[in-house]
């Protein structure tokens, strides 16, 4: 059995207990969100670049307290993004928590079960349309075709909060897996994949440090995350093992009418036997974004955002791409940097629009990713807009 | 040379009069948010950094170990952003962003939210380790305002 079903299992069965005991009530909170976007000249999100409806983001979370050590968290959502991720319903988390020390100036607490990304800036919420930035987030880092992956671990969560006089600190630590979907999969390998793809494991580590009473927050995190793929039946791939190792800084400064974020990672990617027996891949990725937000009034927000990636750092202008694939693949798979403007305007309570248009140059974020689309994805330069309303409760 | 010396003092005066009247008038405006406990609460101050803390759900239990349930007006309300700006130093925004990850992320929980400021002091009289904060007159004992300690 999955462990994200016995997690769900063991969770109504605690959420049904604790309702037998009448303690605390039972805690609701949940978003509707449904917008427009187009992505011209690319695959993003569908193959013919139209205007589509593929921008639909629902969830419904709920959280119990069983006692003061132990607590139920769990939020589903539906979720159709076109070409960025698989359509449909999943488990966003689901998980008890166990409070291991509670004092005025430590917490400590432990989470089994299906965990939210915790080490970025925007992965914990990363479906809740209101607290993103921007409907589309830097692809950089919040890689949409790796999403599921990305979004969290079946496993144990460790999370430590203190402070001192230097300020507040944030420690988390996350070990586990994920499951890959068909659709996933070929999200990451091409359709011609008919084998199994397995996340192996994936370790996370998270340092936060906000000084005090100052508006800046400063974090650093660390992957390292195994991949393991069985060929299947007349298969264009073979079996191999994929591993990424990143290091990632992030800065955030929260001012009256200006918010500043950043994030900048190094990855380190290893790829073995997958494209053929002997192959072996051993490149490193740069990336990152700079956001600016300024707060022009309590409703209103605009946005601008760079941000940048190359898929090797010794290629960044993707010349080897070329060389290799006998000039099959365009240099432009190399690389993806995007430049961003948009603006948010919270017009009622709980409810929102946010509008945005990006200017990219490259397909290196593109998928699938071992076998890149050079038919659709034949422009270096693409553009995308997108339109989104949404509420929450 | 007299005549001038006593213009200047008049001008003196008068201008002296007029930043009196004109800082009286402001301070008498400057609204004073005052932090209120539960009685059950044995803390009579509190430093600015464990308010943060607190209003930010990250210290969620008084010294003693009692839970501490956390009551707070909406955004709009203009005593919650000048509790935000003067007491805790934050922007309303920074506690909804730390308040959204909380509940749609599962970490944590978020304050409740109350309708007035009568609600609030009626809420937290009844909640043991409860904490809130008005801007009106407290009259009676059913709860207790805390001394928030400047850095």
New interface residues.
Partial sequence: MKLTTRAICLGLGLIGQSYSLDAEPL?I?G?IAQGIVQAQDSNFVTDDGDVSVKLTEI?V?S?Y?IN?SFRM???AVYLEGGNRYPDGFRID?L?L?WQLL???NW?IKT?IGRN?N?HWLYS??RD?P??RPSIVLPQSLYFDVFRDVALGVDGLVF?A?T?NKLG?WDVNLSYGNSRITEEQKKNLLGSNSSGKLKHDFDIQFSLYLRP??T?FQFGFSLLDADFSYQRGDNDTLFTGDETSQRIMFNLLY???RWEIASEVMKERVIAENILFPGFYSDVTAEGGYLQARY?LS?QLTMLARLDIYDRDRQDRDGKNIETLSQDLVPGYFGLMDQATVGVTWKFA?NIQIQAEYHRVKGTGRLAPIFTPDTVINNSKYWNMWAIQLMYWF | MNQIRRHFCSVLFISLGCLLFVGFSVSSQVPVVRVVVNPSVESKEISVEQIRRIFSMRQTAWSNDQAITVYVLSNQQQTHQVFCIKVLGMFPYQLDRIWNKLVYSGLGEEPIKVQSEQEMLERVSQRPGAIGYVMQQIIGDNVNVIRVLEE
């Fill in positions: 805690k909170n978003f969830g979370n959280a307290r003061p968290a769990g939020q988390y998980f928590e509670n004092r005025p917490k989470q939210k915790y914990s919420t809740v209101h607290t999370i909060q402070n507040e005090n009473l508006n929260q001012g009256q707060f309590n309570k």
